[in-house]
Structure formats: C-alpha cells, structure tokens
C-alpha cells in the first residue's frame, strides 16, 4: 500500500484529504507544516508528498527545497489557493512534480496521485526486460543483440511503459497524461508520432511489437 503525507494547516482540508485518499486504498496520514512534515520523513517512509504553499513554520517551497537537497525524491504535489503564474513557476523550480490550485475537485486528485505514483515507480525499477531487449531507466537506453541505442526521453518512457505491461492497452490520453503530464498543452496525436518512430526503430525486433488498437490506443505483446 502506497503510503501519503498530506502537509496542510487547515485542519478541515487535511482531514477531507486524508478521509479520500484512504478510501482509494492509499495508506494517508498528515501534517501541520513543512517542519512537521520533514520530522516525520526522518522517521519514517512515505511515498508521496501532498503540500499546501502557505504555511506557518516552514511553507511549501521551502519543504520541497529542503526535500530535494537532502537527497529525498519522492513526488510532491503541491495545492494552493495561489494561482498566479510566477507562484506555479516557483513551486516546479523548487522540485515540486505536480500542482493544484484550490478549490479541489477531489476525483481529480485521487488520478493525478495514482498518474505521479506510477511514474515514480517506473522510474525507481530502472530496468525492463522483455525477451532479449533490456530497458535500462538510468540511461535512457535499450539493449539488444549486444548493441545499445539511446532513445529521446519521451520515446523511451512510452516503450518503457508499456514494455512494463505487455498486453496491456494504453488509451492515448493515458499515455500523454503519464509520459507528458496532465498540464501539458501538448496533442495527444503527439503520442502517434513517437510510437511511429519506435515502430521504425524496432520493426525488426524479435521479441516484441506495438499494436494499434483501433480506435482505442496501442499495446506492446511479447513474441
């Protein structure tokens, strides 16, 4: 069971967050501010940070700082009542991974935790292997018959996705919401085009190949 910290000064709020994520199955528990918040993960591990900005003590940007220079990468949602630019700008250059401006449609935030919890374990596996090709995370790099090639990050998460799942279909829509995040303005035909280039790339692999799923989205099956 993944485990949550929720890191927010209004009582009622952090509650409701608490009382939702553990409905969905989510191991959540909670904070009053950042100072809490990095007590708490110094005594324990916790797979997910979820912050408010505004906080008494120590506030969001600072926790999220001071989480990232001591090594500490888990994701970091941040929800705030700011909604200004320059307040979003601040909160991703201090290592936050994702952001929610208050009021929260709390449906919204159960998915963007489960979208931030899967990339961060596909990330930390690192390694994929399906037949003879490996995935190597670290590298961004694909090995087969003894030979290597460094894919673009966004190609390479897209195979590596759904090389972790063979079988499994992706929608469009969750493979940009996964590999491009669900703030990017980007066109989900985007994800056409790069599966277009793997295809070319892999077209004469022997171990697996991309699947289009007609009007649904694309797998990878094992040959």
Same mark, same amino acid.
């Given at each position: ?5 929720? +890191? #927010? ?15 969905? /199955?989510?191991?959540?528990? *909670?904070?009053?501010? /950042? ?20 906080? !008494? ?16 990468? %888990? ?12 307040? &979003?700008? &601040? ?11 208050? !009021? %929260?449609?709390?449906? #919204? ?13 596909? $990330?930390s596996e690192r390694r994929q ?16 018959? *003894?030979?290597?090639?460094? $894919? !673009? ?12 799942? !063979? ?7 969750? $493979? &940009?919401? #996964?590999?491009? *995040?669900?703030e990017s303005e980007t066109d989900?035909?985007?994800?056409? +085009? ?30």
């Amino acid at each position: 069971m993944f485990r949550i910290l929720i +890191v #927010e000064d209004d009582a009622e709020l952090r509650q409701l967050f608490q009382h939702v994520l553990t409905r969905n /199955g989510y191991d959540a528990s *909670g904070v009053s501010d /950042g100072r809490k918040a990095l007590d708490a993960l110094a005594a324990d591990y916790y797979d997910m940070i979820i912050s408010d900005i505004m906080m !008494p003590v120590m506030d969001g940007y600072e926790l999220v700082r001071s989480m990232r220079e001591s090594g500490i990468n %888990i994701p970091v949602m941040m929800i705030t009542a700011k909604d200004a630019f320059d307040d &979003m700008r &601040m909160g991703f250059l201090s290592g936050t991974d994702d952001y929610m401006v208050k !009021p %929260i449609n709390v449906n #919204e935030m159960v998915l963007r935790v489960g979208a931030l919890l899967r990339r961060a374990q596909m $990330l930390s596996e690192r390694r994929q292997v399906i037949g003879g090709t490996t995935l190597e995370c670290d590298s961004l790099t694909v090995i087969r018959s *003894g030979k290597s090639t460094v $894919l !673009p990050q966004k190609e390479f998460m897209l195979l590596y996705k759904m090389a972790s799942y !063979p079988g499994k279909i992706f929608t469009r829509q969750q $493979l &940009m919401d #996964e590999i491009w *995040g669900y703030e990017s303005e980007t066109d989900s035909h985007t994800v056409d +085009v790069h599966i277009g280039r793997l295809r070319d790339r892999f077209r004469d692999s022997t171990d697996f190949r991309i699947v289009t799923m007609r009007g649904v989205g694309y797998k990878v099956v094992k040959l």
